[in-house]
């Protein structure tokens, strides 16, 4: 069984920074990408960001462009999540997840298919 467990959210006052990390158990076959989503209160899971196993290739979503960065080590089965420039909308609980399709890779669509964490909630104030 693959586990991701994410760490490193908190509260933190707009324009901060924070950094997520996300630890990964193992890989198993097929494992071709993972990523960061959120979701806020009364709102759908979004897509924060992508990164394919190799940390070769990144995607983001439009509202995070230029203010994260989505990275990894493989040799520490790690992902990590850099968010700067922290808004009021950032406030949400990210969740980091792994999975093997390029469709969700690409339009950053929750997967239905594949490994998540529990979350780690990201609290953003004026």
């Known amino acids: 069984q693959v586990q991701l467990v994410e760490s490193g959210g908190g509260s933190v006052q707009a324009g901060g920074s924070l950094t997520l990390s996300c630890a990964i158990s193992r890989y198993t076959n097929g494992i071709n990408y993972w990523g960061w989503f959120r979701q806020a209160p009364g709102k759908e899971r979004e897509g924060v960001a992508g990164i394919y196993i190799s940390g070769s290739s990144t995607v983001y979503a439009d509202p995070v462009k230029g203010r994260f960065t989505i990275s990894q080590d493989n040799a520490k089965k790690m992902m990590y999540l850099q968010m700067n420039s922290l808004k009021l909308d950032d406030t949400a609980m990210y969740y980091c997840?792994?999975?093997?399709?390029?469709?969700?890779?690409?339009?950053?669509?929750?997967?239905?298919?594949?490994?998540w964490g529990r979350g780690t909630q990201v609290t953003v104030s004026s």
């Open positions: 997840a792994a999975w093997w399709d390029y469709s969700n890779f690409k339009s950053l669509r929750p997967p239905s298919v594949g490994y």
